[in-house]
């Protein structure tokens, strides 16, 4: 089975800072799908960057950006010049092919004024 | 954006009734999931979807059960709710295309169970 892990429940930054968030990832799979997505307070799921296995190149997303490390199962997110409106939870997924997307456990990100 | 929408957002239920949720997609998408969150665990699968009457069981569908009869719909029930199953409750489908692909996720029904 895959599975997800993110090993900081909680992380802070200061606005306009950056900030990286962690995740592992556990597969034998080579061709897969990492995903980070954001849940503020509404609740709502909201896609923030997307990543494929088989391309070597990191994802950008503005102001949001992976480092990829296909050998380490690494995927960390970084947010540079953080807002205000970064704070939520941020859920790590992975998915391959037409299985079901699995998700680490979240970390919440509060972001200092 | 998918079109996905979940009803009721809120519940609150006695022990022993059962409930079902709802979930309604408008773009004709095959695969459809059931989620449930809790504190430290993220999303887990409950059921899914691969088709109208296809159905599969995730890694936590002890006690729930799902019907779709219809592309656009996908229902959760439990059959006798329990305070265990207290949780908020996501519907998701899946989309697949060039450098577009990923799952959209409906707005939850947070499920109170006292």
């Known amino acids: 089975a895959q599975t997800v892990t993110q090993s900081q429940p909680e992380m802070s930054v200061q606005e306009a800072e950056t900030v990286t968030l962690s995740c592992t990832y556990d597969?034998?799979?080579?061709?897969?799908?990492l995903f980070w997505y954001k849940q503020p307070p509404s609740r709502q799921m909201i896609l923030v960057i997307r990543?494929?296995?088989?391309?070597?190149q990191n994802a950008t997303e503005n102001r949001f950006s992976v480092n990829f490390q296909k050998a380490a199962k690494s995927f960390s997110l970084k947010i540079s010049d953080s807002q205000l409106g970064d704070a939520a939870m941020y859920f790590c997924?992975?998915?391959?092919?037409?299985?079901?997307?699995?998700f680490g456990a979240g970390t919440r990100l509060t972001v200092k004024p | 954006d998918a079109g996905i929408t979940q009803s009721p957002r809120h519940k609150v239920t006695e022990t022993g009734t059962p409930v079902t949720l709802r979930c309604h997609q408008t773009?004709?998408?095959?695969?459809m999931y059931w989620y449930r969150q809790d504190p430290g665990h993220g999303l887990r699968l409950i059921h899914y979807?691969?088709?109208?009457?296809d159905t599969d069981k995730g890694e936590v569908s002890d006690g729930y059960s799902v019907s779709r009869s219809k592309t656009e719909d996908f229902l959760l029930t439990l059959e006798s709710a329990t305070s265990s199953q207290t949780s908020v409750y996501f519907c998701?489908?899946?989309?697949w295309g060039t450098g577009n692909y990923g799952y959209t996720f409906g707005s939850g029904t947070r499920l109170t169970v006292v």
């Open positions: 998701a489908i899946s989309y």
């Open positions: 773009e004709n998408h095959r695969y």
């Open positions: 979807s691969y088709g109208v009457k």
């Open positions: 597969t034998s799979e080579s061709d897969y799908y």
């Open positions: 990543q494929e296995a088989y391309k070597q």
């Open positions: 997924a992975y998915i391959r092919g037409n299985n079901d997307m699995r």
